[in-house]
């Protein structure tokens, strides 16, 4: 039987995280135009780790990092933000799992935590930002009752542009956000 567990990541987690953020990256971006496959080949694991070592190991005021485990493996992270100084409330700044652990509601259990901790810190609103290329990831949170409040034409992380659209759940949403588990 498979057990999944919810715990806060630590700086023992970074090396784990970046590579789980790199291998969605190059998984759910491959072939959609939204980072180049030199990037996602040679640069992204790079990246991402001195990002989530330098993020782990001296977090922001607000942070909060959720990983997901799978019998003791990690399969899954999420990465909220209590401020970004937006209008629309905590920010999840990162939901990412490995390939084959898309689609058995881990991510929807994610989400939930991160909702249930937004409203612990006393904040009515959630929102995050999806590259629009990203059809699967925009099915996912539409069916989670996001509702997209902005598009913008952004910098990815290889020099390029992509559209992106911010996804928000107001404060009557927020709830039923909580409710997933």
């Not at 799992?97 to 058995?104: D, K, T």
Request: glycine share 12%.
């Amino acid at each position: 039987m498979t057990t999944l567990v919810l715990r806060e990541g630590g700086a023992s987690d970074a090396s784990t995280i970046a590579d789980i953020h790199a291998r969605s990256w190059q998984s759910a971006y491959r072939g959609l135009g939204i980072l180049s496959d030199a990037y996602l080949d040679d640069v992204a694991n790079v990246e991402m780790q001195a990002k989530w070592h330098e993020r782990m190991s001296t977090p922001v005021a607000g942070q909060c990092v959720w990983c997901a485990e799978l019998d003791g493996e990690t399969i899954g992270f999420l990465c909220t933000l209590r401020e970004d100084g937006t209008p629309w409330g905590a920010l999840v700044d990162n939901l990412h799992l490995l390939p084959a652990s898309r689609g058995h509601g881990v991510g929807k259990r994610l989400m939930g935590e991160a909702a249930r901790w937004t409203a612990a810190q006393g904040i009515t609103q959630l929102h995050l930002l999806v590259y629009e290329a990203n059809t699967a990831a925009i099915g996912f949170y539409e069916a989670l009752g996001g509702v997209p409040v902005s598009r913008n034409w952004l910098e990815t992380a290889d020099g390029g542009h992509a559209w992106v659209r911010t996804y928000h759940w107001p404060e009557g949403e927020l709830a039923s956000l909580m409710s997933l588990r």
